[in-house]
Structure formats: structure tokens, C-alpha cells
Nanobody, 123 residues
Framework: QVHLLESGGDSVQPGGSLRLSCVYS????????LSWFRQAPGQEEREGIA????????GHADSVRGRFAISKDSAKNTLYLQLNALKPDDTAIYYC????????????????WGQGTQVTVSS
């Protein structure tokens, strides 16, 4: 079982930037992706927003493409999410996960969840 620990959440103004980090205990395996989900206030569903495969190939949801970027440093066992041009609608708890690569956007296919880190975008 892969253990995940996020950090980097904060309160920022619209248009600002943040970088979230997630330290993972071990590589999750070839068909398992590392990914980021988020859950907005008052919403039950968690939205898959970005994922990265073992070979470095990435995917991003339409809602964040061009503003957010997922990356990882395998030597440090650390996953990142760079958040730029933040909007109030980006306010959410952001979760680091392991997920089935072929369904990386679907929370039903998440294997492990981190504890989450809060991002608040407000003026």
C-alpha cells in the first residue's frame, strides 16, 4: 500500500500561484498513476484534475488544462501540482492519490487517498 502525504495548500488571491507537493512511500506500479483530485466546498464528488504515468506521460482535466501542471521527481518520491492563474472556483481540498491509469479521472478507480490539503482562492 502506497502512503501519501500532501503539503503546500494555502490562501491566495485570484490570479495567484501555488505549488502542491505529495511525498509517496514507493512507486505505485506500471498500470497505476499518481494523480490529483479535488473536492469543492459543499460538493460530494471529487474531481480528477491531473495524473502522471510511470513513463512521465500526463493528463489534465479541461477545467485546469493550461493553468495547472502535474509533475514528479522520482528521485525524491515527490509528486507536484503547479497551480497558476487561480480562480475562486479552484477553492477546494486537493488530494494526492494512486489511481488506475486508464480511468484516472474517476474517483471510483482510486486505490489510495492522501489526507488532503486546503487551497482557498479569495480576494
Amino acid at each position: 500500500q502506497v502512503h501519501l502525504l500532501e503539503s503546500g495548500g494555502d490562501s491566495v488571491q485570484p490570479g495567484g500561484s501555488l505549488r502542491l507537493s505529495c511525498v509517496y512511500s514507493e512507486d505505485p506500479g506500471r498500470e497505476t498513476c499518481l494523480s490529483w483530485f479535488r473536492q469543492a466546498p459543499g460538493q460530494e464528488e471529487r474531481e480528477g484534475i491531473a495524473a502522471i504515468q510511470d513513463d512521465g506521460e500526463t493528463g489534465h482535466a479541461d477545467s485546469v488544462r493550461g493553468r495547472f501542471a502535474i509533475s514528479k521527481d522520482s528521485a525524491k518520491n515527490t509528486l507536484y501540482l503547479q497551480l497558476n492563474a487561480l480562480k475562486p472556483d479552484d477553492t477546494a481540498i486537493y488530494y494526492c492519490t494512486t489511481v488506475k491509469c486508464s480511468r484516472w479521472w474517476d474517483s471510483d478507480y482510486v486505490y489510495q487517498w492522501g489526507q488532503g490539503t486546503q487551497v482557498t482562492v479569495s480576494s
